[in-house]
Nanobody, 122 residues
């Protein structure tokens, strides 16, 4: 499966952005999409994930109550609604696909989209 992330930008603290992840190509019958973010010189960290078959979701504690992940099967797209953004949310955000259940470790994901930069000013 191929993925393409978009929707990043510059926003003031407290603002919102909607990130999109467009998917295409052949996929597993049961797979999950995860959003990760990466700070400079650090490993990618899990933000949120959704299982494409069951629609179950998972969130990192740092974004619970602020971010919402959703999917639109008709458009083969996954969205990450980011609300109440903080300067600490500034990072490059990636979407990725893995077979089976949502995984919170980046190395479990097989396919990655290019990143989209989110910058939150204070």
């Amino acid at each position: 499966v191929q993925l393409q992330a978009s929707g990043g930008g510059l926003v003031q603290a407290g603002g919102s952005l909607r990130l999109s992840c467009a998917t295409s190509g052949r996929a597993f019958s049961n797979y999950s999409i995860g959003w990760f973010r990466q700070y400079p010189m650090k490993e990618r960290e899990f933000v949120a994930g959704i299982n494409w078959s069951t629609s179950s979701t998972s969130y990192a504690d740092s974004v619970k109550g602020r971010f919402i992940i959703s999917g639109d099967k008709a458009k083969n797209s996954i969205y990450l609604q980011t609300n109440s953004l903080k300067p600490d949310d500034t990072a490059v955000y990636y979407c990725a696909a893995t077979a089976g259940s949502i995984a919170t470790t980046w190395s479990w994901y097989d396919s990655w989209g290019q990143g989209t930069q989110v910058t939150v000013s204070s």
